[in-house]
């Protein structure tokens, strides 16, 4: 299984995603239409983007009275049919990450389903801060990473 992985230390801000993902979904570049988003810290230069992180037990599909919601078990992803939709924002109350919302319009929930399998805001990042990959593969990285971390601070304690 795949999942969307996020190196904030390498986020630019640019916001690539942001309108990639827009357009990807309404054919407009409008970044409060994308399902990915960007949170800007100026004063310390940190960019943080968030998405749907596709939970396993998901609290949106718990609480949606309508079935809009549910996971895929095949790919993991939490997929919403907007024709089952009421709009009743259980979901955006629901969610512990903020990942679901209402479009510019506010009419509409929109939140993340992977583009299908290859999300388009990973094919634009040129920082490298997204990936798509195999959960195994982001384990291992996360593994090294620590193990690095580690390595540096028994190195500074020598």
């Excluded at 996020?6 to 570049?29: L, M, N, P």
């Excluded at 996971?71 to 089952?84: A, H, L, S, W």
Aim: hydrophobic residues 35%; charged residues 25%.
């Amino acid at each position: 299984m795949k999942v969307l992985s996020i190196d904030i230390s390498k986020c630019t801000g640019c916001r690539a995603c942001e309108y990639a993902c827009s357009f990807v979904h309404t054919g407009v570049f409008n970044r409060w239409d994308s399902r990915i988003t960007i949170s800007h810290f100026l004063e310390d230069f940190i960019f943080i983007p968030s998405v749907c992180t596709q939970c396993e037990e998901a609290y949106c599909v718990k609480v949606c009275p309508t079935q809009a919601l549910s996971k895929n078990r095949k790919t993991g992803v939490v997929e919403f049919d907007p024709n089952r939709c009421i709009v009743c924002k259980q979901c955006i109350m629901a969610c512990p990450w903020g990942s679901i919302k209402l479009n510019h319009t506010g009419r509409e929930i929109i939140k993340c389903d992977l583009c299908g399998g290859y999300p388009e805001c990973v094919k634009v990042c040129q920082a490298k801060a997204l990936e798509y990959i195999e959960v195994e593969d982001m384990v291992l990285d996360k593994r090294y990473r620590s193990a690095t971390r580690l390595k540096s601070s028994a190195m500074e304690v020598k």
